[in-house]
């Protein structure tokens, strides 16, 4: 399988040389030549595996520079019982006949990004070793994104991480996870300032392609191609779970913010799985609701971009949708770079044509959003009904979830978060302080390991200098 970019540069690449990296060099990003096609019997046969065995089968149509034993090995040591849970690893839990969610937070930071960070921390740990080189990873967080590295890159041979986050802003309970960790290999940058200082830094760092080529500084943002090729087993998983044959169709719901989560699904659906519908739910922040409402994409200035109690999801433009509006256009990267290039950059925003939005319906996706309100109320409603707590980014799926419903097809909520994680949000809804997982217990007591820095990309790059 080769890769190709969004945007048209004619050189094709191996899964192994683009899976430390992000963005095409012209900018785009990064998809498989074409989408491997799954017949039925394969689905028949895929439907009776486990999922590290389920894992391994769908990586190995995407990956063919692994020798398959290493592949094997590497999947099977990533997701186990000990990391996720249950063996099992997605579970689905049925909330009413033909609606279930479909569990994904039960790694060790509790959200969903733990699904393709702890493969990817695997991954790079063994690419690495194979060429004898190091990466040093530097990133910024406001909360989830950082923590999932973290842990999933923590005692890694040939890895260090810098992660940057904005001093004071993230949730105790976020804090913690982070900066109790006491890996030798893990730095923890709290910068004087607000999480777009810390993007700021990160961004200066990469454009001095002296110093990045002199550090090895890589990233692990979610235009990984290797992140969302891992989050598309769990869509094949959650199906073979709602499905008792695979004649049958089901929908997911799916809530998002880069589009990285939904567009696995949308991987899954162009490979020949039966999904019906894939429901894309945003909060306030719905910029891709209003582009599949109505065909416009209209990016939002920090001012337009609000916070919300489903932090996760607040966006102002979202990294992965290129690759969708590039299989919608027929692949023609011409269009795709003049959309994403041109328009965006000169308007800060994009229309696609009459014909063109017609076609979406093709590919299965519808949208909705959610408010504050709504999500109180849906996990107040699910609690009361059903007795099962959800955190606020689930709760805004299952509310979109419910408006495209239809009669007969299964409906998956993806849950993409515990609700220990938000638990100020939970206790507003319901009155009840959700239940954290044993080993999450007490960490605010735990020995922090941090570094305090003004928000100055000098003294962020002599740190990292003096620590690679
Ligand atoms: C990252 C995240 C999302 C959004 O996923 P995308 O892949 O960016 O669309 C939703 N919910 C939670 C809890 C997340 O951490």
């Known amino acids: 399988m080769k890769y190709i970019s969004t945007r048209g540069d004619p050189h094709q690449r191996s899964f192994c040389e683009i899976l430390l990296e992000g963005l095409a060099p012209d ?13 039925a019997a394969t689905l ?22 692994i020798p398959p034993a290493d592949l094997r090995s590497i999947v099977a040591k990533t997701y186990t019982a000990e990391i996720f849970g249950t063996h099992a690893i997605t579970p689905l839990k049925p909330l009413e006949p033909g609606l279930s969610l479909q569990a994904l937070s039960n790694g060790p930071t509790l959200a969903f990004k733990d699904m393709a960070m702890q493969l990817l921390g695997n991954l ?62 893990i730095h923890n940058i709290a910068i004087e300032g607000v999480f777009d200082d810390c993007q700021d830094i990160v961004k200066a760092v990469s454009n001095d392609l002296e110093f990045k080529r ?12 290797a992140r969302l090729l891992a989050q598309v087993v769990y869509y094949f998983a959650g199906y073979f779970q709602a499905s008792k044959s695979d004649e049958e169709e089901v ?60 932090p996760s999801m607040d966006i102002s433009k979202a990294s992965n949708f290129e690759r969708f509006v590039f299989d919608l256009l027929g692949r023609d990267a011409a269009r795709t770079k003049s959309l994403f290039k041109t328009e965006i950059e000169q308007h800060g925003s994009f229309a696609i044509g009459q014909e063109d ?15 504050h309100a709504d999500r109180i109320a849906t996990i107040r409603d699910t609690w009361q009904r059903h007795g099962v707590m959800i955190d606020t980014h689930t709760a805004d799926g299952l509310k979109v979830a419910r408006e495209h419903q239809e009669a007969g097809v299964p409906m998956i909520v993806l849950e993409t978060a ?34 305090v820095m003004p928000a100055d990309a000098q003294v962020v790059k002599r740190y990292i200098a003096d620590n690679v």
């Not at 190091?134 to 910024?140: D, K, R, S």
């Not at 909360?143 to 004071?168: I, N, Q």
Request: proline fraction near 6%.
């Open 27 to 39: 900018g785009g990003l990064y998809l498989p030549l074409r989408y491997p096609n799954v017949d």
């Open 44 to 65: 028949g046969y895929w439907r009776l595996l486990p999922y590290p065995e389920l894992a391994f089968e769908v990586l190995s149509l995407f990956i063919d520079d």
């Open 124 to 185: 790079f740990e063994y690419e690495l070793a194979r060429r004898g080189e190091t990466l040093n990873i530097l990133g910024a967080t406001s909360g989830d994104t950082g923590s999932a590295a973290e842990y999933a890159m923590r005692g890694k041979h040939g890895v260090k991480v810098f992660m940057l986050s904005p001093r004071g802003r993230m949730s105790a309970f976020q804090q913690a996870q982070m900066f109790s960790l006491q890996d030798a290999n």
């Open 214 to 225: 002199r550090h090895k500084i890589g990233t692990v943002n979610s235009i990984n191609w």
């Open 251 to 310: 929908s997911f719901a799916v809530p998002s913010g880069n589009f990285g989560n939904i567009c696995a699904g949308h991987v899954a659906r162009m490979m020949g799985l039966p999904i019906k519908q894939l429901v894309l739910a945003t909060n306030e922040n719905d910029v891709l609701d209003e582009f599949f409402r109505t065909g416009t994409y209209r990016v939002r200035g920090s001012a337009e971009t609000h916070e919300t109690s489903s």
């Open 357 to 371: 939005f017609e076609r979406i319906g093709e590919f299965g996706f519808v949208s909705g959003s959610s408010t």
């Open 418 to 451: 515990l609700p220990a994680k938000f638990a100020e949000t939970i206790v507003e809804a319901i009155g009840v302080e959700p239940p954290r997982p044993t080993a999450m217990q007490g960490i605010e007591q735990l020995p922090k390991r941090f570094t």
